[in-house]
């Protein structure tokens, strides 16, 4: 899948035994997270719910599905970017892929529930103002994406 501008993912190393896992996330010393901490949120979510669309005008985000599973959209909204109107999709969580990705400033994105209730862990690169959080709705005509299409047959 070629990347919207901006976006980036971790693969993570899940390190397991007979006790559980160790994985780690991010450090202060990742080239990836060179945005740097804002603040630190935790969302649970209930079956079947869409969270979308969110838009920040300088914030970074860093998201990670730590129970259940989502499906993570983004969509370019930036008119002068390469990647204008990309779609970017990923699955992640306990059946889904084991990474954390990074939104852009500018970026719609959004997530469904696709398994029971999921909690998503985020960071993001600032604390929480209400001028900087911008929204659509989930079915918004701008952006014209169908949450809930089957997945593509592999």
Not at 25 to 49: A, N
Not at 51 to 67: E, V
Not at 127 to 139: P, Q, V, W
Request: charged content about 30%; some cysteine.
């Amino acid at each position: 899948m070629k990347l919207i501008s901006g976006v980036a993912v971790k693969k993570l190393v899940r390190h397991k035994d007979e006790r559980g896992f160790f994985e780690e996330l991010i450090r202060s010393t990742d080239d990836f997270f060179k945005e740097g901490f804002g603040q630190l949120s935790h969302s649970y979510m209930f079956t079947g719910v869409i969270k979308a669309w969110h838009i920040h005008k300088t914030q970074i985000d860093w998201w990670y599905c730590l129970r259940g599973d989502l499906k993570v959209v983004l969509c370019d909204l930036r008119k002068k970017s390469k990647t204008y109107q990309e779609i970017n999709e990923f699955n992640l969580g306990e059946h889904g892929e084991n990474m954390i990705v990074k939104i852009p400033s500018h970026v719609a994105h959004g997530c469904r529930v696709i398994s029971a209730d999921a909690e998503l862990l985020y960071v993001t690169s600032g604390t929480y103002k209400k001028e900087e959080e911008g929204r659509l709705s989930f079915d918004s005509n701008k952006i014209g994406y169908d949450w809930f299409k089957s997945p593509a047959i592999k």
